[in-house]
Each structure stands twice: as structure tokens, then as C-alpha cells.
């Protein structure tokens, strides 16, 4: 599992404002410059400045003088709509095209969707990303339906956006629920013709959006390759815009993320040019294109962004999350820098960190990315500092953690104050040097949401947001943040570090070295014992054990007594 700097997949014009019904997704036509379905198409116009209001309104949509409350974390950016029954019904296959002038003035990349409301259960539910114009007042969507009461909001929480990617299928955290505004599954992957091959996962949408990854890196060999022949030629480029936004079609899908990693510097220009040929397509079906992209690196005295122009990317964009710097040791000291140059070149409220719940190993060039689970299952190593003929009863015998044994030179399971991570340094068999993990939890997170607040950047997004109980559980420290827009930067008690040592049914005495190791008195029955390590990262428990044979003493003979005769 060799990876660099990157997420689980890898090394690391104008909104269409025209509107009315129009043919949908299974018989749309689409052109070079945007998507203009064939059919009825009527002109729906929300120009708040023009409308009366109710009487007179001859728009599918009218202002409504309906007094509804935003749920909790979400404001109104535009007056709430009641449709027009006078209109009738849209003809069955058809869609409705929708703009609306915004009452309130909104950031660049500020979280905007259009919601109707449910009369029988009270809630508002998302139904399209809302497309900001160019001028910021105006959105546009496509609806597949008709909603009685609809209205433009927009996500307010403190913490700004928050982004989940998840793999294929894979549930949602529970502490996400509610809190997430974009989910990505990480669905698709370009072929080699152009195409897009993969599933949409089954998400039910609820709250949030949902726009899958179409992702290329090198994790898995030629995959690279394929995205650099596609984007070679303006033919091929223009071929594969077409082909995702078909597949969004057919997917009835309302926005997709692109995560081309790892592609060499000779791509620059060819892949700005396809993000924007996307952009321009998807924004002209009121769909949303979002990027995330590989973080720049710092180079002896400049940032270098490498393949990635991120000055015209934003530009094209409706958001940019910056992939994890898995580099645990350099990351307070590069990552402040690179922010700094990255929000001097892309409007901070449209660029998001990304924070993960995976562990990362360093040591040599390469990165290591693994679960908690894994990391800790190393760190929980034991081993007996004994040869088996010396283990025998009513003995004393060095029990060790493998790789926390500070008798070895190792550093033991610590806080990092200069990387804010829990970790600990190894050593590989047969002379391979040394590695060093560091532990993503509840006290690493803190201090890295620190930085969105600090660069006023536009949210944070969380590498994998599955349910999978073997990665570190960081929402702990995610929640608060997203609900106050305050960081929790604390540090685990020094204490909670330490190793804990037990023989099973406290068969002979054990005691802890304070140096990653034990003192075993063994039993005065020779037997097979269990002796178990535990050890915590701070916030959860893990454990690992060894079976010590414990032989009996030899028995050492004594010389008999020999008489003397007596003189």
C-alpha cells in the first residue's frame, strides 16, 4: 500500500439562464457549447426587481407570501416560490428550467441549492445545486418536477462547507448525518476511449449533494497514461467533455468531481483547457463541476504547483478541495506557506481542506497510508527478550513491545508537538531503516481545522466519511468545528500513552519498565501463559498478546554426603 501525498484512489461561460419545460434526461440532445433541449421550451424568468407578486404573475413560479423558517444552519438568499396552477401541469419527458434573482449578495463558491418544501412533514429538501451567474445574482437549476414551494438557500454553518468522499457503496458515517453538504462517492474512473466506466452508488441524498469522483491516479499503473492521451489532443478532450456529460444525463446526476492526480507537468495546459470545456457544458445544464486537486509543494524558496494551474482552475470551478499532504513531519512547517500562496490566487470561500482519518508512514521517499487499526496492530507488537530455554518457572523474564521498546532506541508511543500528531518511530527487519507513523485522531484534526480559519478558507472536507470502525473516528473533533467555527486544540494526557501490560488470570507477577517494556516473574507451574500489551492512541484502546511457554525448572542435583572414618 505505497502511496504519495494522495487520497484513497491515488498517489495522491455564463449559466444557461433560459428556462420552461424541456425534453429530459433519457432523449436530450447535446451541443458543443452547451446543453439546449429539443422540445417546448418557455422562458422562466425570477427577475425579483420585475415581479408583482401572486396577481398578475404569469410565470411557472410566483413569489409567495407564505412565512416558512430556513431549518436550523441554512438562510434564505431568495424569496420563497409557490407554482403557478394556473400554468397546468409540464407535459410528461420534460424538465423546467429555472432562474432566480438572489435578495442577498453571496461569496464566491458560498453553498447554494434550490429546496422545496414539504407541506406533510414540515422540512425543506434539497433539489438542485443552485449555478451562480458571473455577476453573482442570479441562479439557475433544472428541476425534474414541479415542487409547490421551492426557494434558494444557502448553507451558513460556521465551519463553512463540508465535503465527504466515500467509497463506492460505502455507508456514512453517522456523526456526517446532518452535517455534510456534498457527499462524493468515488464511483468512476476514465477509459481509455474517452468513457467513463463504473456504477453510481446507492446514496440516498438527505440534506446534502451528491456528486461522484471520476478519478485517475497512479495507485493503479497505466491509469495516468490514459488521462494524458485523452487530454493530448482537443479531439479526445472534447470527446471525453462530451462523454461525462453524457453519462450525467443518463445518471440524472447534478454535479461530478474530478480527481485526475499525479499527472505530469507536460499536462498543465491540456488539462486546464479540458476543465474549462467541462465547466462551460455543465454549467450550461445548471449542473456543478468541482475539483480536487494535489496540493502544491514547497521547493526550496517557492511554492510549485506542478500539473495544476490553480490560478485558472478557479476560474472554472465551482469548488477546489486540496487533497491530504500526507507528509506528517513537514506540515506545520509547509502547509502555512502553501495556503498562504494558494488564497493570494484562489478566492478562499471556493477552496477546502481536506483532513483524513488515515494513519501515515514515512521513512526513505515514500508515504505509507494505512488505517488506525494497522498502524496500532504494529505499535501493540510483543515480544519475549528471552531465549526459550531461559523462560522457566519462578523466573525473572523481559516481556517487550516490538516496537516501542525505548531499550532498542525506539521513541515509544508520544505526542508530537512538532507535528500536533500522536506517534512512533520503528525499525524495518534486516537493516531497512527506520520508520515513523503518525496517528490521525481527535487531537491531530483540532489543530489542522485551525488553518481554515486562520486562511478563511471555505470548509473542510474528510478523506473517507465511511462507517468503516477501522480508521481513526475524528469526528469528534469535526463536529464542534462545524457548529461553532472554532477548532478544539488539545493534547492527549501523557498518561493515556503509556503501555499497559497483563498476564492472563494474573498468572505471576508483571511490572512495567516505563520503557515500552515489562519485568515477568513467571508462575511456579510450568504451562502456557498469555501476556497481553494495550495500548492507546490517546482516544481508543488496542491490544495485541503473545502465548509464552513457561518451562519447568531443571531440578539441579546435589553431591550426597560422604562419611569419614573416624581415627
Same mark, same amino acid.
Given at each position: ?267 498543465? !495546459? ?124 519462578? !523466573? ?14 525506539? !521513541? ?156
Amino acid at each position: 500500500m505505497n502511496r504519495r501525498s494522495q487520497l484513497p484512489w491515488g498517489a495522491s461561460s455564463q449559466p444557461s439562464l433560459y428556462g420552461g419545460p424541456r425534453q429530459s434526461r433519457g432523449s436530450r440532445q447535446l451541443f458543443v457549447l452547451g446543453a439546449i433541449a429539443l422540445g417546448v421550451i418557455i422562458l422562466v424568468w425570477f427577475l425579483i426587481g420585475r415581479m408583482c407578486g401572486g396577481a398578475g404573475c404569469t410565470d411557472y413560479y410566483c413569489p409567495s407570501d407564505r412565512k416558512i423558517e430556513a431549518p436550523e444552519g441554512y438562510e434564505f438568499v431568495s424569496r420563497i416560490f409557490a407554482y403557478n396552477q394556473d400554468k397546468g401541469a409540464v407535459a410528461p419527458g420534460n424538465d423546467l428550467s429555472i432562474a432566480v434573482e438572489l435578495t442577498t449578495e453571496v461569496p464566491d463558491g458560498a453553498a447554494l441549492s434550490f429546496y422545496r418544501y414539504i407541506d406533510e412533514t414540515r422540512n425543506w429538501e434539497p433539489i438542485a445545486p443552485a449555478v451562480l451567474d458571473a455577476q453573482g445574482k442570479v441562479v439557475a437549476a433544472t428541476f425534474t418536477g414541479t415542487p409547490g414551494i421551492m426557494a434558494v438557500m444557502r448553507r451558513n454553518a460556521p465551519g463553512g462547507q463540508v465535503v465527504a468522499y466515500l467509497p463506492h457503496n460505502a455507508p456514512l458515517h453517522r456523526d456526517a448525518a446532518g452535517r455534510v453538504s456534498i457527499v462524493h462517492p468515488i464511483d468512476f474512473k476514465p477509459a481509455s476511449d474517452g468513457a467513463i466506466s463504473g456504477e453510481l452508488s446507492t446514496i440516498k441524498a438527505e440534506g446534502f449533494e451528491v456528486y461522484p469522483v471520476i478519478a485517475s491516479n497512479n495507485s493503479v499503473r497505466g491509469d495516468v497514461a490514459i488521462v494524458e492521451n485523452i487530454l493530448a489532443s482537443r479531439e479526445s478532450r472534447a470527446n471525453h467533455v462530451q462523454q461525462i456529460v453524457s453519462r450525467l444525463a443518463k445518471d440524472n446526476i447534478k454535479g461530478v468531481d474530478i480527481a485526475y492526480l499525479d499527472l505530469p507537468v507536460t499536462a498543465r !495546459t491540456s488539462f486546464t483547457l479540458f476543465i474549462g470545456d467541462l465547466y462551460n457544458q455543465l454549467h450550461a445544464q445548471n449542473k456543478q463541476l468541482t475539483l480536487t486537486l494535489p496540493s502544491p509543494i514547497k521547493v526550496q524558496n517557492r511554492v510549485d504547483e506542478g500539473a495544476y494551474d490553480w490560478t485558472e482552475l478557479a476560474k472554472t470551478a465551482d469548488l477546489i478541495k486540496m487533497a491530504p499532504y500526507r507528509d506528517q513531519a513537514t506540515f506545520r512547517l509547509t502547509m502555512p506557506e502553501i495556503l498562504q500562496y494558494l488564497t493570494e490566487r484562489v478566492a478562499p470561500a471556493k477552496l477546502i481542506l481536506t483532513v483524513s482519518p488515515y494513519a501515515t508512514e514515512t521513512g526513505g521517499e515514500t508515504v505509507n497510508v494505512m488505517s488506525l487499526a494497522q498502524a496500532m496492530s504494529i505499535a501493540t507488537r510483543v515480544t519475549v527478550r528471552a531465549e526459550a530455554d531461559a523462560i522457566t518457572t519462578s !523466573t525473572n523474564i523481559k516481556i517487550a513491545g516490538t516496537n516501542i521498546d525505548k531499550d532498542e532506541g525506539l !521513541t515509544g508511543i508520544r505526542w508530537s508537538a512538532d507535528t500536533a500528531t500522536v506517534a512512533f518511530s520503528y525499525k524495518q527487519a534486516q537493516g531497512a531503516g527506520s520508520r515513523t507513523i503518525y496517528l490521525e485522531n481527535f487531537f491531530s484534526i483540532g489543530f489542522k481545522l485551525e488553518l481554515v480559519g486562520t486562511y478563511k478558507l471555505g470548509g473542510v472536507a474528510v478523506e473517507d466519511a465511511s462507517a468503516n470502525e477501522f480508521l481513526g473516528n475524528i469526528w469528534p473533533a469535526l463536529v464542534p468545528f462545524i457548529t461553532s467555527g472554532q477548532p478544539i486544540l488539545l493534547q492527549p494526557n501523557p498518561q493515556d500513552l503509556n503501555p499497559k501490560w497483563k498476564v492472563k488470570d494474573n498468572q505471576g507477577t508483571i511490572e512495567d519498565t516505563g520503557r515500552g517494556s515489562a519485568n515477568w516473574f513467571t508462575p511456579a507451574q510450568a504451562g502456557t501463559y498469555t501476556i497481553s500489551l494495550t495500548l492507546s492512541d490517546g482516544v481508543s484502546l488496542f491490544e495485541n498478546s503473545i502465548e509464552v511457554n513457561v518451562k519447568a525448572r531443571p531440578v539441579t542435583s546435589t553431591p550426597s554426603p560422604t562419611a569419614t572414618p573416624a581415627r
